[in-house]
């Protein structure tokens, strides 16, 4: 291992057996007769030589052709630099750039892009509801992505509502926390809710809330990091 890298191995080693890699396999060919299950986006050297970044439809892993395995884990730089986040970072604003955005809840028309993952019942979300209640300036798409039964009953509601900007205020000040919510039978909104799911998932967005601030990620209710962006000149 070069002495400029370290990996540090968090889920461990896969492998597939004592045979080795064949030299007449290039390391994609290899890894997809080793793995035949993974749907590779893209695979690419690492700065460790033999290591091969691979993009998936849900991840980012390395792949080791000679050993024949998989690396689950992230390589940070003797300076502390994590080059694997910085590439989960890259590629996730790559896939952004693909959001139906038109499927989203849109409030605003503002020059601040402010595009969310959020959860009703989430108290984090709520957090930062407020902060963004008050701000100005922006155009904001939302995204639900509910981890509860109960957080999935409010994103129905929001989404049948006739407002569904006025359903989402009341459900996020907490209005609708009490209030006994009638069931919604639209095949629409169940296709909805689907869409959004699937937009977070195949993000790798794994909590709420989640944010891309003018193309800037923010993970988790950061409020310091929000208001910093929203301050900041749009480029």
């Keep these: 291992m070069s002495n400029k890298i370290l990996i540090a191995i968090i889920a461990g080693f896969f492998f597939t057996g004592a045979v080795a890699w064949g030299a ?24 460790i030589k033999g290591v091969y970044e691979v993009v998936t439809d849900r991840e980012l892993i390395y792949y080791a052709p000679e050993a024949e395995c998989l690396i689950a884990g992230v390589i940070i730089t003797k300076e502390g630099k994590n080059i694997t986040q910085q590439r989960r970072d890259e590629i996730l604003l790559e896939k952004v750039k693909a959001l139906p955005l038109d499927k989203a809840v849109k409030i605003g028309t503002g020059r601040h892009t402010v595009i969310e993952f959020t959860d009703p019942n989430c108290s984090y979300c709520r957090k930062a509801f407020q902060v963004l209640a008050a701000k100005e300036d922006m155009t904001r798409y939302i995204f639900f992505f509910p981890l509860s039964k109960a957080s999935a009953d409010k994103v129905q509601h929001i989404l049948c509502a006739t407002d569904r900007v006025g359903a989402y205020k009341e459900a996020f000040s907490g209005q609708l926390d009490k209030k006994p919510l009638k069931p919604c039978e639209s095949a629409e909104v169940t296709t909805l809710m689907k869409i959004h799911r699937e937009q977070a998932m195949r993000l790798g967005i ?18 310091p990091a929000i208001e910093k962006l929203l301050a900041a000149p749009v480029k």
């Design 206 to 223: 794994e909590g709420t809330p989640f944010f891309i601030i003018d193309g800037n990620i923010v993970a988790g209710a950061d409020i």
């Design 24 to 47: 007449d396999l290039s390391p994609e060919a290899s890894l997809k007769k080793n793995y035949p299950n993974i749907k590779i986006e893209r695979l690419q050297p690492t700065p």
